[in-house]
Every structure is written in structure tokens, then in C-alpha cells.
């Protein structure tokens, strides 16, 4: 299917659910207007009560105690009392998430239960997906959106193929913002945080603007200074004379603007609509500003790369200090282009609109979803530090057109059914230039760039969906139903004109055309047993696909292929099983999960620093098993919660990338290349990077009030553990992150009613500078790969996550 006709497929489904929502809506009323549907008897006996979180994972709102579900769900109050506005900073809160932003490809690196997406490919879809207010969000750059006045933040773990509309075989992160209400309400705060220096402030107005018509309107605004050191000297010479400045005093910091609209539109009694739409604008000091040196092999000093010495101002530790320095303005004005004035950057500019209609009638309920989603993203980071200017720049532009049409059965018998369509039609733009070889400043030079590159893709996606439910008895559920996918993607890669001295290893005019179809079948079977109200046990079984594609991220040399960019779907098998309760009249709530994957031909990357490459390939299998739970317990004004995850993740039958420097004692004793070096080791019965074994949370809350006015105290603190892993995609053995924690805690006095807050917020009280990624640094070290010896480790330009921070906040609502 090509690109027109994927559109035409898009608007004809969007003009059938118009005519459906149309055809419906006048007849329904009518029923409606005689006599509304008593609830049934599930509805009745499941309706939530006062305090019980809702989810919606299977497309419709229930309570979380029904769901058979793997999910962690995280409120906006809980997400607010710790100032939490980031992606990566969730990831505390749900044991096993490892998640920070990289410097290139997709620019995220997101992991649920060892299973993921590294950073290096941007052609990758994302293995642990997105979901905002029901539009689909793969790319991985949304980790960088500040999320605010969000209602909730649901952690579906394991595979999530039969109910959103692009297979996400890791998990899915879905964030539902607030909507407007009939009532009037305002609120504002404001903040300040003293380690990064960061000032704040947010806030909403929403309520009725007239009859069934509701509008809400939010803000967030931020600008920070940044919380990391950058040691680089205030001028330094590059081994030609030319001058390189510090970048900037700190590093870290940036500034957002951001803004969303929402408008509910009762039509009728029976069909409402809802448009919603934000903007964001982020500037900071790009991937380079969170990357610290780690000197292979145990060095103390950093490698000499390409002769060129060290900087005296860098060092080999994870300590929040590093040397960020700009390019020389002459190799940066010399067409190399996004590189600005040579000063590390990164600008993204992220819009969308989604129009949701939904028709409610005694034997049915339609929804359409209709979104747009396009995100423009300029950087130039550097890796390598002050003395060697190994950067990039890149242009990501993508833009995305989705329509999702669900119907949603309400028979009174014991059997109802889910089903409908999705399609999407997307385009990616991904142009990317590098310096990684210093040139002396000849005159006439027409650039220093090492290579350029423009690559991209359009694709498109279309599903099928559907599920039967069905009630054996009152208290037995099961239910089964399966997506068909059809993915195609046209992909390309164009090497174009770069300094001379490197037209032979990147000679300009080559060019890769790749064209990927593919269809799966992703079933899904669910059986689920509720003894009483308050007591779901459930055993699922799933399988997810994630479609393969071309690595639109490797390096043309002449020896580039088609064949050689190519990657095969990743596909997941596997079932879990749970329990939940609430017992205690409601103090206490239990949640455990068992669960045990295959996830075959996984769709694995590696960084290759001599070539300058993304590779790209399907590993045999990873299975990941284990089991998590979770209780919260509240007693008056004190409530109790945890949660604890036990993870064993392994690789099958996999032969893949040695890691720069291993040699043949090492394991690097596989698949001899074109020199007679071996390339490739057995990662057999290994731990994948970013899986921890063990990853557990405990916290406490307390509501003290002051007097009979309404005046409260309310104190909470959290503890977070993680156990160690390995942060480098070809498992270094001096890659891993030590297990460590990590304690927030909060402090607020609340004015009658909630009226106005102050806080005093400290996250990540311990100061735990924790790596979530790493990279070898091009040309510092990785000699002796696949040989007798001996071998050198090359440096790691590694991603280091937010080190503690205290803010002080006050809030007022109206």
C-alpha cells in the first residue's frame, strides 16, 4: 500500500465514523429520551466508589481491581506531590522501568522488565510505546515532553497488542490529561528548585462556557540554569589553533514553554465530541549536557584518540562534572548544517490535535479517534568532550495522521464484543551530519564534516481488531479476540558531499532504497474469576508484534547494503497471571502479578565506533519471567504503600556484536570478519542490558490536621531500590550500574480545602548519579577486537539521569 493510498484509507475511515456517529446519534437519542438503560448487573455490582482508581487498559474505564491487566498506575496527585513532570523521573516509580534520554536515533531509551528500544536507530519503533489522550506516540522523543494537570499515568507491562492501535511488545506508557468539568475551577503554582536553579510555574482555568459546552485551558512554563558542573575552560585550542569555548556554565538546564486546549462538546444527550490540542517548545543544552566519561578498562585518565590528548579538565567519573565545549565557529558555519554557532543544542518543537466523538446507545458505543502529530527536532551534541570534537547534528521531522474507530457492545446476554479499525499514515525526515575527524583551518574549505547523510521514511499501518467477552457464570469472565496488522514502510538513505579527505570511506551520491510489507496476527485470551466485588483473579495469555524495517541510522560507506540494513519483526509470546483484592472495608489493596515471555527475533542495536555506525539485528530470543506486586494501605490520615519486582531476563540463542576491545579470551571468538578478526560473541543465557533483577519501592504518607479551620499538614517519603545492571548494548563487563537508592520525600502545609498549598519537594535525596545509557566514544580506545590481544576498551560517553533536587512550590486553586 502506498502513501496516497494509506491517506485515502485514513479519510474514509474518518468519514465513516462521521457517518456512523450520525446514522446512530438521532435514533439513539430518541431511545435515550423514552427511557435510559438500567446498569446491568456487572455494572451495578463493579461501580466504582469514592477513591478507587480507574484505568482504562482495555478501553474502557473500570475499576483497576477488574482489569486483568499487568499495571501500574500512577495518579496526577501522586505524580504531583513529587514534582514529577518527566518521563524519566516515573521511571522511580515503578520498579523495573529504566528509562533517560540519548544523543542520538530516536533520542530515548525506555526498558520495562529488560525488554526495550535503545537509542541508536531513529527508524526503530519503540518496544515500550506512548499513548497520549488515545493518539499513538512511538518515536521515543516524547520522553523529552513535560507532562502536567494530568488526571493519570498508566504502566501497562508485557505485550499490549489487541487494544491500541500500534503493537507495543514491551508495555505501553498511557497518560490521560484532565478534562474540563461543569463546574468552574482555576488553580496555579509556582516553584523554584535550588540545585539546578530552575523556576516554574503552571496552571489551568477550565469550566462550562455554555450549555454542554466545557472548555479547559493549560500551562507549564520552565527554565532552568541546571543541576551538572561543566568543567571545560573558558577557552580551549583544538590541536589547529582553532578556539572552543565553554558551552555553557552549567549543564542540564533548558527552558520549556508548553500549552494544551480542550473543549467538550455535548451534541446531543447521547454523542459528544472532544477536541484537544498542545504545543510544546524545549530548548536545552542537547544529549551532551547529561553525558559524563567513563575511561574503559578502569583507566583514571581519558584514551588519547586519534593522537590527539585529553583535555586536562575531564576525568573518568560519574560525579555530575564534565567538559561541554562548543565547536570552533569557523568548522560550524562551514556547512554543517543544524550546528548553529557551534554551541551544543537541541530545540524541539511538538504539536498535536486529536478530535475524539463518542456515541453512547443501548446497543452500542462508537468512538472515533482523529489525531495529528508532528514533532520538529534540531541538536548538535557532542561525546567525546572538550579536546575531541566527535558531534553530530541532526534534523528530525516527523508527522503522523491516525483515525481509530471502536465499537463497543452493551447486549444485555452474558456475551459482548469489542471490535473495530485502525490505520495510520506517518513520514520521517532524519538528515544527520558529523565531525568526527579534526581538520587543520585550510582556506576554501568548503566544510569539515566527516559525512552527511539525508535518510528518512513514509509508512503506513492499518489493524483489524477485535474481542469476545463472555460471562460463563457471575463470576467467571472469559475473553478472547486478536489485531491484524498490515505494515508498510519505504525507506531511504542519501549520502551527500563532505570534506574531500573523507570522499573515500563516505563518498557522496550513494543511495539505499528499502520496501517492507508485512502482515501478523497478535491473539489474545483472557480468563478472569471474581469471587466477590473486591477479590479478580486472572490468567492471560498474549502475543505482540512490533513490524521490522530498514536501519535508516547506518553508516553509507561503499561496502553499504540494502540487505545489510534490514531487520525482521519482533514478536512476543508468552501469558501471566494475577490476583487482586481489597480487603479491610477498603484500607487495603494487594496486587500480584506472575508472568513468563518469549520475545522472538528481538530487534536488537549496537554502536559500532569504527565504523560510526548504528547496527542493526534480531537477536534469537529474549524470555524475561518473574513476578511483581504491589499494596497500599490507609488508616485515617496515614496510608502505607509498596511495590517490589523480581525480574530474570536472559537471551536465547543469540550471536551478536563483540563490544570494542574484547578480544579472543574475552568472548569475542565468533564469526571471523574480512581481516580474520572474529566479530561476534555468545550472548546465550546472559542478562540483556537495563534488566535489574530485583527493583522494589516502599513510602508512607501522613495527614495531620492542624486545627478546626480545615489547616492540614501532610508529610510523605519514599524509598527507591534498584539492582544493578548493564547499561552497554554489547555488555561490557565495566558497563554496569551499581544497585542503588533513592529517597523523595515531601513536605506541605494546605490552607481549608486545599485552597492553597506550600510544599517543600526533595527528590532523589541520595544523589544518586545513575547511568541509564552508554556509547563507545568514537576512536578512544576499542583496538584488538576478536584478536589474540591485546586488547584496549574504549572510552563511554554515558547518559547520566537527574541528580537530587529540592524545590520549594506554592499552589492556589480557585
Known amino acids: 500500500m502506498n502513501r496516497s493510498a494509506s491517506l485515502r484509507a485514513i479519510r474514509h475511515a474518518c468519514l465513516a465514523s462521521i457517518i456512523v456517529t450520525a446514522g446512530l446519534a438521532v435514533p439513539a437519542q430518541a431511545q435515550a429520551q423514552v427511557s435510559d438503560p438500567a446498569p446491568t448487573a456487572d455494572e451495578a455490582v463493579n461501580a466504582p466508589v469514592e477513591g478507587e482508581i480507574i484505568v482504562t487498559a482495555r478501553r474502557r474505564d473500570e475499576r483497576l481491581i477488574d482489569a486483568p491487566v499487568a499495571i501500574t498506575a500512577l495518579g496526577g496527585a501522586q505524580l504531583s506531590n513529587y514534582a514529577v513532570t518527566e518521563f524519566s523521573d516515573m521511571a522511580s516509580l515503578v520498579p523495573t522501568m529504566v528509562a533517560g534520554k540519548a544523543a542520538s536515533g530516536s533520542s530515548a531509551s525506555i526498558f520495562l522488565r529488560g525488554v526495550g528500544s535503545t537509542a541508536l536507530s531513529a527508524g526503530f519503533d519503540q518496544s515500550v510505546s506512548f499513548v497520549v489522550d488515545g493518539m499513538p506516540m512511538s518515536r521515543g522523543r516524547e520522553i523529552s515532553l513535560s507532562q502536567y494537570d494530568v488526571q493519570r499515568v498508566e504502566v501497562l ?73 561543566n568543567t571545560a575552560a573558558a577557552t580551549y585550542l583544538d590541536p589547529f589553533g582553532l578556539e572552543r569555548h565553554r558551552n555553557s556554565k552549567y549543564r542540564g538546564g533548558g527552558r520549556t514553554y508548553s500549552g494544551r486546549a480542550t473543549v467538550d462538546w ?51 567519573a560519574i560525579n555530575g562534572r564534565s567538559d561541554n565545549a562548543t565547536l570552533p565557529l569557523t568548522v560550524a558555519q562551514a556547512d554543517y548544517r543544524y550546528a548553529g554557532d557551534g554551541h551544543m543544542y537541541s530545540r524541539l518543537k511538538s504539536g498535536y490535535g486529536i478530535l475524539t466523538a463518542t456515541l453512547t446507545s443501548d446497543v452500542f458505543d462508537v468512538t472515533s479517534i482523529t489525531s495529528y502529530y508532528r514533532f520538529k527536532q534540531t541538536d548538535l551534541s557532542n561525546v567525546s568532550g572538550e579536546a575531541y570534537p566527535a558531534s553530530f547534528s541532526q534534523l528530525a521531522d516527523y508527522r503522523q495522521t491516525a483515525e481509530e474507530l471502536r465499537f463497543q457492545s452493551k447486549w444485555d446476554g452474558p456475551v459482548n464484543m469489542l471490535f473495530g479499525l485502525f490505520a495510520s499514515s506517518n513520514k520521517f525526515i532524519f538528515n544527520t551530519d558529523a565531525y568526527i575527524f579534526p581538520l587543520p583551518a585550510a582556506a576554501g574549505n568548503p566544510t569539515f564534516t566527516t559525512f552527511k547523510r539525508d535518510n528518512g521514511f513514509t509508512g503506513s499501518s492499518m489493524s483489524a481488531f477485535g474481542e469476545v467477552t463472555a460471562n460463563l457464570t457471575d463470576t467467571i469472565e472469559l475473553a478472547g479476540g486478536a489485531r491484524w496488522s498490515y505494515e508498510a514502510r519505504n525507506s531511504y538513505q542519501s549520502s551527500l558531499p563532505a570534506n574531500a579527505a573523507f570522499a573515500g570511506a563516505f563518498p557522496a551520491g550513494l543511495r539505499l532504497d528499502d520496501r517492507y510489507r508485512e502482515t501478523d496476527l497478535s491473539p489474545q485470551v483472557t480468563l478472569r474469576y471474581k469471587p466477590s466485588r473486591d477479590l479478580t483473579f486472572y490468567a492471560a495469555y498474549k502475543e505482540g508484534f512490533k513490524s521490522g524495517g530498514f536501519n535508516i541510522s547506518q553508516t553509507l560507506t561503499p561496502a553499504a547494503t540494502v540487505a545489510a540494513g534490514e531487520y525482521g519483526a519482533e514478536r512476543a509470546r508468552g501469558g501471566e497471571v494475577g490476583a487482586r483484592a481489597i480487603l479491610m472495608g477498603g484500607a487495603l489493596s494487594l496486587n500480584a502479578t506472575a508472568y513468563y515471555y518469549d520475545y522472538l527475533d528481538l530487534q536488537v542495536q549496537n554502536f559500532d565506533p569504527v565504523t560510526i555506525g548504528q547496527v542493526v539485528a534480531n537477536a534469537g530470543t529474549l524470555r524475561v519471567k518473574g513476578i511483581e506486586g504491589d499494596f497500599n494501605w490507609r488508616s485515617g490520615g496515614f496510608s502505607l504503600r509498596g511495590a517490589a519486582a523480581f525480574n530474570d531476563a536472559k537471551y536465547k540463542d543469540y550471536v551478536g556484536q563483540c563490544y570494542g576491545g574484547q578480544t579472543v579470551a574475552a568472548g569475542c571468538n565468533l564469526l571471523a570478519g574480512q581481516g580474520g578478526a572474529f566479530t561476534s560473541q555468545d550472548y546465550d543465557g546472559r542478562t540483556p542490558p537495563k534488566a535489574p533483577r530485583f527493583a522494589g519501592r516502599i513510602g508512607a504518607s501522613y495527614d495531620l490536621p492542624l486545627n478546626a479551620s480545615g489547616w492540614t499538614l501532610q508529610l510523605s517519603s519514599d524509598v527507591t531500590y534498584t539492582g544493578k545492571y548493564n547499561f552497554t548494548d554489547t555488555l561490557r563487563p565495566d558497563g554496569v550500574q551499581s544497585a542503588f537508592t533513592k529517597i523523595d520525600a515531601a513536605l506541605r502545609l494546605n490552607g481549608p480545602d486545599d485552597r492553597w498549598t506550600i510544599g517543600l519537594i526533595g527528590r532523589n535525596l541520595t544523589n544518586e548519579l545513575v547511568v541509564t545509557a552508554a556509547n563507545d566514544i568514537p576512536f578512544a580506545g576499542g583496538s584488538g577486537t576478536g584478536t589474540a590481544g591485546p586488547g584496549v576498551l574504549a572510552d563511554m560517553s554515558a547518559f547520566v539521569d537527574n541528580p537530587r533536587e529540592i524545590y520549594v512550590e506554592v499552589g492556589f486553586k480557585f
Open 157 to 229: 507491562k508485557g505485550p499490549q497488542a489487541l487494544f491500541f492501535g500500534k503493537n507495543a511488545t514491551g508495555g505501553l506508557i498511557a497518560v490521560s490529561t484532565n478534562n474540563p468539568r461543569d463546574v468552574f475551577e482555576a488553580g496555579f503554582k509556582a516553584g523554584y528548585g535550588f540545585e539546578a536553579q530552575e523556576k516554574y510555574g503552571e496552571g489551568f482555568i477550565s469550566g462550562p462556557i455554555a450549555e454542554g459546552l466545557r472548555a479547559r485551558l493549560a500551562f507549564r512554563v520552565s527554565e532552568s540554569e541546571g543541576a551538572f558542573t
Open 266 to 316: 455535548d451534541a446531543t444527550d447521547n454523542l459528544t465530541f472532544q477536541v484537544k490540542t498542545g504545543y510544546t517548545d524545549q530548548k536545552d543544552g542537547g544529549p551532551s549536557d547529561i553525558i559524563e566519561r567513563i575511561c574503559g578498562g578502569g583507566r583514571t585518565t581519558p584514551f588519547t584518540a586519534n593522537g590527539i590528548p585529553p583535555s586536562p579538565n575531564a576525568d573518568c
